[in-house]
């Protein structure tokens, strides 16, 4: 017994370093280590799930808060028909079911289970199989929900068009969020199958959209089954946007741009023998008070609505993303393109009444001197045979500024411009060697106006540093010359602007010399229809050096335009005495390949401006053929006037 | 008057005046924060079923009922007497062993045929493995009682450890490493109380891991356990199925920091992080819930167990109950050690149940029989 005893002692020891090993370990666990093992055990059981905000609409001016109103840019819900695969499986079924739904669906059984094996989704989140389910199959699913284990119809919300194309290049389209714009966002805002604005005022407005999503925070067990809330938070609807739009001046603004473009397709280019291509065109309206756009249309266009269920071949042919080869038959030229403000382009005459307040600032015209107007220019002493015609073959009687604006002479334009040249020539080094190009751009011209849509233009001024520069080589073998100039003087050459800068710097003239910064979102309404969240101010603080005298002068003169100048006769029976209208005509030669852009960019009414209208047209001929009828048309329908006049005329005049 | 024994007690040495009270009360205690941790770990999910969260509670109420009435037979009668029927006893214990290797015999609804289903009674299925730990410590204890020498010579240990070497083999064959750990500690543990020499207990040590070594090399061993067992050695090298019930266990203990999340409250045991969290992984429920202090708690209770074992072997009257309660204090130790270790992760997974805290039939009675055993050599102490 004695050895026993001594052994159980033993026992008792081996018993104690046992029970110290377990405490050790224990204590080590559950009060050194425990933070990290509560974290873990927290992310055990823990899910959270993101409720989706609902996006925001988008409203014109005049339709929102209207009983009836109509938005532009709406949300329509779909039905959507999901599966929660474990259920489904549990259920035995899973074989009958997917030949049911295949057949109900119309879809072969093949892609459902491409669907439902998709990663995309967790395991625990239902897998969407099909939208916009007609009502009628959602119906048989759910009225026999116990025959169809584990298979959910969900309404879902979409974007809806209820104008049509109206307005598609401003409103864009959304698309699914893109690897940038995952990165830039916070955590939590999208997740990887989210919608984002991709386009328009739907990337613009994105962040004001989108809203903010809801949470929903609940525990799951380890076969991921829900065990209970945890509660979270609503989600917060995005907010609309009001527009500055006017619905129905921007109907008529696309309708008489697309039947406009449609009629010049019918005439013949008597230069060329062939017919007016009129490919491309825009129509802006701006409000010259404020740098509201009241109407902006680009044609081509195109209809949102097909981004919502992804583009067909057909559809991606149309918008000629660059499958050309694989498109058979006719694609219009980018047709996403907002021309109004993402093209650049010559303004052609449209562009005189800055280069001649130019040409008067810096001491090269004044008000009331008259300027010769031959049929041809050269520069003083050139030899190297570069003639520079006006636009009539004969020699004009001498003009003064305001005249060269309303019979639009070139040949005066074309000495100023020459005297620019001599500006820089004698002060190569000089501090302000190039004025020209400083005044132009008090205008706002060579920099985005600052609208409130994306992918803006700048448009480009040439000058000596350009002209000199090795790239240019070709184009200017012996450097920068006289010729940058002289056709920068009648808005051509080497120089362009968005037909939205021309807008912008015709405000400028109409409203006594303030710059607006052109915008087309008025306010973003919280979705309650009271808050306003933001309102977009246009900010007209940017004045242009002129007097209110000099742009009452140059007006005054474009008002003349339609009277008596080069757009009398698109202008022919119309009642000016009641609406005036001061005008200018622009016709810019685009190079031997194309046919001339035609413009007309006026101030309405003329001896009180409130609007800019700009009518664009490209490969169409003359201003005064295409863009002023087309203007006109614009303006009758703004003032509720009876339409007048062709849709095009044939005047021959620039 | 204590008939059995066929003697007479003066009045203050009755046995029944010699129960081990703290035996007793430790052993409810157990029982009673073991009824606790299974409604924890069972009761969501048998809500979640449908089925009455009390159902697994009830069921192992009953079976304590059972295991009490167990262990008041075993300490009604003369512990002695269990040295008289040694040889049977350990014969019926080998008959179990090998009834289960006859086909249709066996109930196989665990995977492992393990069980023997008794006509009739649905409540329980006998496991003959787990009987098979009485067996051997009341044959060790006899043999090693009989010794004529103080300490037991190398024939002695041949035999001895021939007779729990077939135990252990029978209770191998049928997948149950666990039991067979536990058969070699108590074999251990009776031994090195014998005296058995240290050389002896030495070359003992060696011989085991050489079989061990070949075991694994023979392919005895089931993959699956191989890889529990190494899952705490090398937790790279394993499957993550393996490794998930080691990570989730010591996730559900580490969480439940110093005072645990409350009864009830634990997140992996009620969402079901833990598997086999009623049986062998008990333990995570008291860890989780009831935090360092309820584990500490639990593992006093069972300190106080363990000494009472020993207690009761030091205070014997006779080598065989020095013996006897020596192999149920192996047994309780190396349960628990092992038990309490794979659930924190510093043993092998290796589907060991704890004593009177882990749901389960067959282990429960086993360890009410052991008390049993202990109370009767405790109140049976007085020459």
């Known amino acids: 017994m004695e050895r026993s005893s001594a052994r159980l002692k033993l026992f008792a020891i081996l018993v104690l370093v046992m029970f110290g090993a377990l405490s050790t370990r224990l204590w080590f666990l559950q009060v050194l280590a425990t933070q990290t093992y509560a974290e873990q055990a927290k992310d055990n059981g823990v899910r959270d799930i993101a409720i989706d905000a609902l996006r925001g609409e988008i409203w014109t001016a005049d339709q929102y808060g209207k009983p009836n109103g109509v938005p532009l840019v709406e949300n329509v819900s779909s039905l959507e028909v999901r599966i929660d695969v474990q259920e489904l499986e549990e259920s035995g079924l899973a074989e009958q079911v997917l030949a049911r739904l295949s057949e109900m669906l119309d879809v072969p059984v093949r892609k459902i289970r491409g669907s439902i094996e998709s990663t995309q989704y967790f395991d625990y989140q239902p897998k969407p199989i099909a939208e916009f389910v007609p009502e009628k199959v959602a119906f048989a699913i759910r009225e026999r929900q116990e025959e169809f284990p584990g298979v959910y119809v969900r309404n879902t919300s979409v974007r809806d068009y209820p104008m049509g194309r109206l307005g598609s290049h401003m409103a864009g389209w959304v698309g699914q969020v893109q690897p940038e714009q995952l990165d830039e966002a916070r955590e939590g805002e999208y997740g990887p199958n989210d919608m984002a604005g991709q386009a328009g005022l739907e990337s613009q407005y994105e962040k004001w959209l989108r809203g903010r999503k809801g949470l929903l925070r609940y525990v799951v067990n380890s076969d991921g089954e829900r065990i209970r809330d945890l509660g979270g938070r609503a989600p917060t609807a995005g907010g609309d946007l009001v527009l500055t739009i006017d619905s129905k001046w921007q109907q008529a603004a696309e309708e008489s741009l697309r039947e406009s473009i449609f009629r010049t397709r019918q005439v013949l280019d008597e230069d060329r023998g062939t017919y007016y291509k009129a490919d491309a065109g825009v129509v802006i309206v701006l409000d010259v008070e404020t740098g509201g756009i009241k109407a902006m249309a680009s044609w081509p266009d195109f209809d949102p609505s097909w981004y919502v269920n992804g583009l067909t071949k057909d559809q991606q042919c149309y918008l000629d993303l660059g499958y050309r080869d694989r498109c058979a038959g006719a694609h219009e030229v980018a047709p996403l393109l907002d021309r109004a403000y993402q093209e650049v382009y010559l303004p052609g005459s449209t562009f005189k009444p800055f280069t001649a307040l130019a040409a008067v600032k810096e001491g090269f015209a004044n008000y009331s001197s008259y300027y010769p107007c031959p049929a041809v220019y050269v520069h003083p002493n050139d030899t190297s045979g570069a003639d520079f015609e006006n636009w009539s073959d004969s020699d004009l009687a001498p003009v003064t500024v305001a005249t060269s604006l309303i019979d639009s002479c070139d040949s005066n334009y074309y000495a100023w411009g020459s005297d620019f040249w001599f500006r820089y020539q004698n002060d190569q080094l000089g501090e302000n060697n190039e004025p020209l190009q400083e005044d132009l751009r008090a205008w706002g011209f060579e920099e985005p106006t600052g609208i409130d849509l994306p992918g803006e233009a700048s448009g480009f001024l040439p000058d000596a540093e350009w002209g000199n520069a090795d790239e240019q080589k070709a184009l200017f073998p012996r450097g920068w010359n006289p010729g940058g100039y002289i056709l920068t003087m009648i808005g051509s050459g080497y120089m362009s602007v968005t037909p939205l800068q021309l807008a912008t710097a015709y405000g400028a003239i109409a409203n006594d010399g303030h710059l607006c910064r052109p915008h087309v979102v008025d306010r973003v309404m919280a979705s309650d229809g009271e808050t306003v969240l933001k309102k977009v101010g246009g900010g007209c603080d940017r004045t242009v050096p002129y007097t209110k005298q000099e742009l009452d002068y140059i007006r005054n003169a474009l008002t003349q335009v339609p009277v008596s100048g080069t757009a009398q006769l698109p202008f022919l029976g119309f009642p000016l005495s009641e609406v005036p209208v001061a005008g200018k005509t622009g016709t810019a030669f685009r190079g031997a390949l194309y046919q001339d852009t035609s413009w007309f960019a006026s101030m309405v009414p003329a001896n009180d401006p409130k609007y800019v209208v700009v009518a664009m047209v490209e490969q169409a001929g003359f201003g005064s053929d295409v863009a002023a009828p087309l203007v006109r048309r614009m303006i009758e329908t703004m003032y509720g006037i009876e339409p007048g006049g062709q849709v095009i005329s044939q005047t021959g005049q620039d | ?383």
């Open chain 2, 1 to 383: 008057m204590d008939v059995v024994a066929g003697r007479s007690w003066t009045t203050e040495r009755r046995p029944i005046r010699h129960l081990d009270p703290a035996l007793l009360i430790v052993t409810a205690a157990l029982i009673v924060i073991g009824l606790f941790a299974i409604y924890s770990a069972t009761s969501q999910t048998l809500r979640q079923d449908n089925l009455d969260p009390l159902s697994r509670v009830n069921k192992q109420v009953v079976t304590a009922v059972l295991g009490i009435v167990l262990l008041l037979v075993m300490a009604t009668f003369d512990y002695r007497f269990l040295k008289v029927y040694a040889g049977l006893i350990y014969g019926a214990t080998v008959a179990g062993l090998l009834v289960l290797q006859i086909p249709g015999v066996a109930a196989t609804e665990t995977g492992t045929s393990n069980y023997i289903d008794i006509p009739g009674i649905s409540l329980l299925q006998i496991s003959p493995s787990e009987f098979a730990k009485i067996g051997l410590i009341v044959i060790l204890a006899a043999m090693l009682s009989e010794l004529r020498s103080p300490m037991p010579m190398a024939a002695d240990l041949v035999r001895v450890i021939g007779v729990a070497v077939v135990t252990m083999l029978l209770v191998f064959i049928n997948v149950e490493i666990g039991t067979t750990i536990v058969l070699a500690a108590i074999a251990v543990g009776v031994l090195v109380v014998a005296g058995t020499h240290a050389k002896h207990l030495i070359s003992l040590a060696v011989g085991a891991t050489v079989l061990i070594a070949l075991a694994f090399q023979l392919n005895v061993v089931e993959d699956y356990q191989i890889e529990r067992l190494l899952t705490v050695f090398d937790s790279g090298s394993v499957s993550a199925d393996a490794r998930y019930n080691l990570d989730q266990s010591v996730i559900a203990v580490g969480s439940g920091g110093m005072f645990g999340a409350g009864f009830l409250q634990g997140s992996q045991t009620n969402l079901d992080y833990v598997p086999e969290q009623h049986t062998d992984f008990i333990f995570t429920v008291i860890g989780e819930e009831f935090g360092f202090l309820g584990s500490a708690f639990v593992l006093a209770l069972f300190a106080l167990l363990i000494w009472r074992a020993i207690r009761i072997a030091y205070m014997s009257k006779d080598s065989f109950g020095t013996y006897l309660a020596t192999g149920v204090a192996s047994m309780f130790t190396i349960q628990i050690f092992v038990n309490i270790g794979m659930v924190i992760g510093i043993m092998p997974i290796t589907g060991i149940p704890l004593p009177f805290l882990s749901y389960g039939g067959t282990a429960m009675l086993v360890n009410f029989a052991a008390i049993g055993v202990l109370l009767n050599v405790h109140m049976r102490r007085f020459k």
